[in-house]
């Protein structure tokens, strides 16, 4: 090609990008046609193929690429003679055209980096010649392609199209960042002129400072003008440029088709994948870094969700699996559904996975809510298979999800019924070029949090703070959620000392979990301009990077890291809470089996200025009394390992703890279990049916 090297390499580029087009069109022909049984279409789809492979055959003759060239010529070949026989298309020759459009692509890459030779292509070459259709009809090989074609004006090129390269995109990308750091700083000298403005009019001493003043508050209003224009354009053109950026879906889940395709072949599965929603575009960058999740989502479905034909068919299920993927909008960023209707996930058998290899210890293990159970699979090193195999069991698993959709500053969790089916759920943000965040003042620091996973910012009285299992919460939307302090969880010596009536609270939402934030105030939301820590700061803990706001240069927190430490941090207590009530506090001992009665009874307590602790049953209680001072113990009856009864006995028996009230709360409601109450020695005796708070308070306070 006796061109200028910068010509050719443009050509390339064209070409790569044509080419990429163009296989995707046969790849999405070739999947169609093996569930198509209507001949219009079929032939349809024959002809689309035919044209496509010979738009490739053209163009890559252009650049001078031998090698797919030929390949899409036999493509080419076989279509032709489909086109005009009408007949089937076998699955050998469906493998053997993917296998011909992956070598197409392989050429290209090796063609594109430089490389000293390119991938073979005679070994499919020669498979391809071998397909019956293409000796029907055989197009001249060596035909030269005429110089002038009647142009088909349907599928021409619009006029106002135009390809922009992906590093073009970017550099502007760039430049929009540094605008919008020079907006942000616009907006704090702003803030200084003002201030300045408002001390001229404080001062107003000499003749001279009203005229100060009021060439202060012009210039001041000539740069609010002026910020405000800036800002607008700006908006325009980052939105401009974020379309640009934009690319549909299809574009990553037409490839999962082939994919779905070929491992339920290899695995004697029969499956199905529908795809709804993915005509919404989103940032080419974004789309990249869901392609590998997607894949390993898919794999794990078919490999460890979809039972085999026969399996589904003794459980009653059709014999094809289906996969079904979603996309929708979601305030802002794209959510992804991947739903099974295979075998679904069984928490205990996830739980004693993760002990075995040693994910979790056995105390952890029999802690675990199902949920938890569930979120393992994503843990570094899981898999639930003893044998190790080509798609599964390598120990590079789920992980690889989670970790990419962190990189996106996405989350990630699934939902799952045993004998039923899995779905994973993606949700990402729409772009990465730029963000809004929550600025909250935390130890005395502002901070950003990205607002993709605050739910809300409220004020919380301090004394409707609950206590759950000794962890502080709330209820939030008619659910109990955990209440951490943020300070603790960044590592401040000294959290919420100060006593304040109410708390600012920011609720976070990460999959299934949610979690109440409380920071010293709640300073306003911005738009930021994220940039990544340079080493060593990049592995700070619950930072992502820092960020150019109106108020200066801050850290940008990691919402959802926060999320996961402050589920993984185990019972937290929020400073200062306990001090409210301190000279008053009396220490109370609640000991039942249920959850539901432990708690109702501990924040009416709690509630009313009392200390407690907690026990699940008489030896756990008796345990702690042996341990600390308790001023009262609340009991019920009905408990493994030892019952309130013998509780009761064995503290009335004890001289050093005998004069410690204990009051029981059962549903033992016969007056023989009064009695029974009664001659153990207890000072108290509630029914649950008819239980009051009013009626608990009383009995403890005439006890204590």
Known sequence: MDLDPEIVQ?????????LGEQTDLITDGLL??????????????????????????????????????????????????LRQSHGDIEPQTLRLCFLALDRMRAVMASVRSG?????????????????????NSQPPAA?????????????????EAVRVTVARLEHVAALIEEL??????????????????????????????????????????????????????????????RNLRMVPIASVTRALQRIVWELAQKLNKNVRLTIIGDELEMDRAVLE???????????????HGIEAPAVRLKHNKPETACIAIQVQSDNGRILISVQDDGCG?????????????????????????????????FAPGFSSREIITDVSGRGVGLDVVRTNVAALKGEVWLESTPGVGTTFYLRVPLTVVTDRGLIVRCGGALFAVPTALVQQVMLLDRRQVLEVESTHALLWQGKTVALRDLAALLGFEHGQDKLQATLNLVILAKGLRQLALVVEDVVGESELVIKPLLPPLEAVRHVIGAAFTS????LVLNAGDLVDTAYRSGTVRIGGLEEASAGRQTEILIVDDSITTRTLEQNILTAHGYRVSVATDGEEAWDMIRQKAFDLVITDVEMPNMNGFELTELIKSNDKYAAMPVVIVTSLARDSEKQRGIEVGADGYIVKGQFEAKVLLDIVRQLT
Do not use: C, W, Y
């Open 289 to 303: 870094g869901l392609r590998t999740p997607l894949v390993h989502l898919v794999n794990n479905a078919i490999d």
């Open 345 to 377: 996930i069984d928490p205990a058998a996830i739980t004693q996975a993760a002990l075995r290899k040693k994910i979790i210890t056995p105390e952890q293990a029999a802690e675990l809510q199902p949920e938890e159970a569930l979120d393992l699979v």
């Open 115 to 135: 490389a000293a030779s390119a991938p073979e292509v005679g070994d499919i070459v020669a498979q391809l010649e071998r397909v019956p259709e293409e000796r």
């Open 551 to 554: 108020q200066g240069l801050m």
């Open 32 to 81: 169609k046609l093996e569930n198509e049984a209507d001949k219009d279409v079929r032939h349809g789809l024959f002809d689309a193929i035919f044209r496509a492979a010979h738009n490739i055959k053209g163009a890559a003759r252009g650049v001078e690429i031998p090698q797919i060239t030929e390949l899409a010529h036999h493509i080419e070949s076989i279509f032709s003679g």
């Open 180 to 241: 919008q750091v020079f907006s942000l700083e616009m907006d704090g000298l702003l803030g200084k002129a003002q201030a300045v403005e408002e001390g001229l009019q404080a001062l107003h001493k000499t003749a001279a400072v009203p005229e100060l003043a009021a060439l202060a508050k012009e210039v001041r209003k000539d740069l609010l003008l002026r910020s405000r224009k800036q800002q607008q354009l700006l908006d325009e053109l980052q939105a401009e440029t």
């Open 143 to 159: 035909a030269a392609e005429p110089i002038a074609e009647i142009i088909d004006k349907k599928h021409a090129p619009g006029p």
């Open 10 to 18: 443009l050509l390339l580029g064209v070409f790569e990008v044509e």
